[in-house]
C-alpha cells in the first residue's frame, strides 16, 4: 500500500467546542453561580491554619506520629483540624477579610459616584 495515494483532508479549522460558560466568557456566567464569599473566606482560613499546623509540627520532630507514614497521616490531621478551627470561629482571618472586602467595596463606589459628580456622567 501506497501512503502517497491516499486522501488526505485537511484538519477542521473551527475551534473545538466547550461548555457554554467557557464559550460565554468571563463576564456572561451563564447559570453559573459563585459560591457565597463567606464560605470562601472560611475554605481560605482553614487552609492557611492547616498550612501553619504543618509548619508547626516541623518543629517538634518525631514525637506526635512518628514512623514512615508520619507526613501523610499528619497532613491530614493539620488540614482536619485547621477546617474544624475556621468552622468553630477561626483565628478571626476570614472576618478581617470579610470587613476589608466591605470597607474597600464602598469606598470604590463612593469613589465611583465622586468621580460622576464631578464629570457629570453617570458609571
Not at 29 to 41: E, K, N, R, T
Not at 48 to 70: I, Q, W, Y
Not at 100 to 109: G, K, L
Request: charge should be negative; hydrophobic fraction near 40%; glycine fraction near 12%.
Amino acid at each position: 500500500m501506497n501512503i502517497s495515494t491516499l486522501p488526505l483532508s485537511p484538519l477542521p479549522q473551527a475551534p473545538l467546542p466547550l461548555s457554554p460558560a467557557a464559550n460565554a466568557g468571563p463576564a456572561a456566567g451563564a447559570g453559573i453561580s459563585a459560591p457565597p464569599v463567606d464560605s470562601v473566606l472560611k475554605e481560605f482560613e482553614g487552609v492557611f491554619v492547616s498550612m501553619m499546623l504543618k509548619e508547626m509540627r516541623k518543629t517538634v520532630g518525631k514525637g506526635f506520629f512518628g514512623g514512615d507514614k508520619a507526613d501523610a497521616i499528619g497532613g491530614l490531621f493539620d488540614m482536619t483540624l485547621g477546617d474544624e478551627i475556621s468552622r468553630n470561629g477561626g483565628l478571626g482571618i476570614a472576618a478581617a477579610l470579610s470587613r476589608y472586602q466591605e470597607v474597600a467595596a464602598t469606598t470604590d463606589t463612593n469613589r465611583l459616584a465622586n468621580e460622576a459628580d464631578e464629570t457629570g456622567e453617570t458609571k
